[in-house]
């Protein structure tokens, strides 16, 4: 096994350069979408793994996503890809239950854990540590998350190695109080940790294509800020508005040469004071995401409000209509997870499961949204009903009080539609190429 069978030169961009040959231990890489800040913590993983293996010697290093059920698809495919880089992929088993990568002949191998395996993590003396990767960081909840397991994996360092290794890879989010881009200032000040910062136009080897650029340029046109902050890597700030109008794009009607695919319906039901509102959105041939109609319901002013039974019947009216409407299936019928009464009824009434959303960080769920609209595949009919949806968007703001702050919140009116496409856009953000 020869670390030299590839040229690395050809396959690390002269940026990184610092990271493959810093002696320092802590290791914080961040940087925007396409930077391949990633791809090169997984090659300089391998790269070290296959030195003590050289030697017949077993080494062991720790992959930890905050998310467990993002593994497969992510960090467990890099390191494959990463060895497969170095031709060395047959010589190791790789298996999913639990996630590990393991070197036939030395044992040396690649753990991968979730947020649910840190008790683990505490409690297993994996030994022979090299080094641990945090893919993602952002995702986790503060600094003292990574210190409850750093000491641990310290004591249980290689005997022949000088210390365990650690690497930090993440997307800054956009607000530049949230906790890990404070952090991240903070360690520049500390000897002992590389802060590294890259994003796509640090690439010289080509990596990003003719496509990709295409895209990024087509983003770039429609929201430089949203720009800036996806593929430069920068805090710009929330601002006070949530959404860029201009990037609603409204229809008279669907285009001759686009037809929808399959429907999907998303609900924010509310209570006695609260509305609801439910979007029948078609997907297309063409990837875009067009709002057909809505269904809301206010109870401000009413004296008799609706029971959970009426709103059952109405919401099976509005999909029944609907979806013989556009004559296509439908792929998914969601609701806000703190609805309960109407799901329950729902389900009695019509033997239907409404989805109930995995609701994230309020920041989270807009950027969902945000990178639909910067795509340019955002669209609606544009029709009485949908007005409603629109006006929201378009109202919809940050509290100023809570903006300089690492939990920004929202202003809570009027805020049903939009909440509703958030739920919408989060679940399907995989499926729909979306990659915040």
């Given amino acids: 096994m020869d670390p030299n069978q590839i040229d690395i030169t050809k396959e690390v961009n002269q940026n990184f350069q610092s990271v493959w040959t810093t002696p320092k231990p802590f290791n914080i890489l961040k940087g925007g979408r396409n930077s391949f800040k990633s791809s090169v913590i997984a090659l300089l993983l391998v790269f070290m793994m296959i030195l003590y293996i050289q030697i017949g010697e077993k080494a062991n290093i720790v992959v930890i996503r905050k998310v467990g059920n993002t593994i497969r698809d992510s960090v467990f495919r890099k390191i494959q890809w990463a060895l497969g880089k170095f031709r060395i992929l047959d010589e190791f088993d790789c298996t999913v239950s639990p996630f590990k990568i393991t070197h036939k002949k030395t044992g040396s191998t690649f753990y991968f854990y979730g947020q649910d395996d840190f008790s683990k993590l505490k409690s ?30 310290m004591r249980q360092v290689h005997p022949r190695a000088d210390m ?29 940790y590389l802060v590294h910062e890259s994003s796509y136009l640090d690439d010289e080897l080509g990596f990003v294509t003719e496509q990709m650029l295409a895209d990024i340029e087509r983003i770039k046109r429609n929201d430089y800020d949203y720009y800036r902050y996806i593929y430069l890597g920068e805090p710009v700030g929330l601002g006070s ?7 609603l794009q409204p229809l008279d009607k669907l285009p001759d040469d686009e037809y929808i695919l399959y429907l999907a319906y998303s609900t924010d039901s509310g209570h006695q004071v609260s ?11 063409k990837q875009n995401v067009i709002l057909l109609d809505t269904d809301y319901y206010s109870p401000m002013g009413k004296v008799n409000k609706k029971a959970p039974s009426q709103m059952s019947k109405d919401l099976n009216a509005f999909v029944t209509n609907t979806s013989k409407r556009w004559g296509k299936p439908i792929e998914l019928e969601l609701i806000d997870s703190a609805e309960g009464a109407l799901r329950n009824q729902y389900y009695l009434d019509y033997k239907v499961r409404l989805h109930p959303v995995d609701k994230k960080k309020k920041v989270v769920m807009v950027d969902y949204v945000q990178d639909l609209l910067a795509q340019g595949r955002f669209y609606y009919l544009d029709t009485e009903n949908n007005k409603i949806v629109i006006d929201e968007h378009r109202k919809y703001m940050w509290n100023e009080k809570t903006i300089n702050t690492e939990n ?13 496409l958030q739920y919408l856009v989060l679940t399907m953000g995989k499926r729909w190429g979306l990659k915040v």
């Fill in 408 to 420: 920004p919140e929202v202003i809570k009116i009027d805020d049903h539609a939009v909440d509703a």
């Fill in 124 to 153: 297993n003396d994996i030994g022979d540590l090299i080094a641990v990767w945090y893919e993602e960081a952002a995702e986790f909840k503060s600094e003292e998350e990574f210190d409850q397991t750093n000491v641990t994996f």
């Fill in 164 to 192: 365990v290794r650690f690497f930090w890879s993440y997307n800054p989010p956009r607000n530049p109080y949230e906790w890990i881009n404070e952090w991240a200032e903070k360690m520049k000040l500390e000897d002992d």
């Fill in 275 to 285: 509305a609801t509102a439910t979007l029948c959105v078609g997907y297309t041939n």
């Fill in 241 to 247: 508005n949530v959404y860029n109008a201009d990037l």
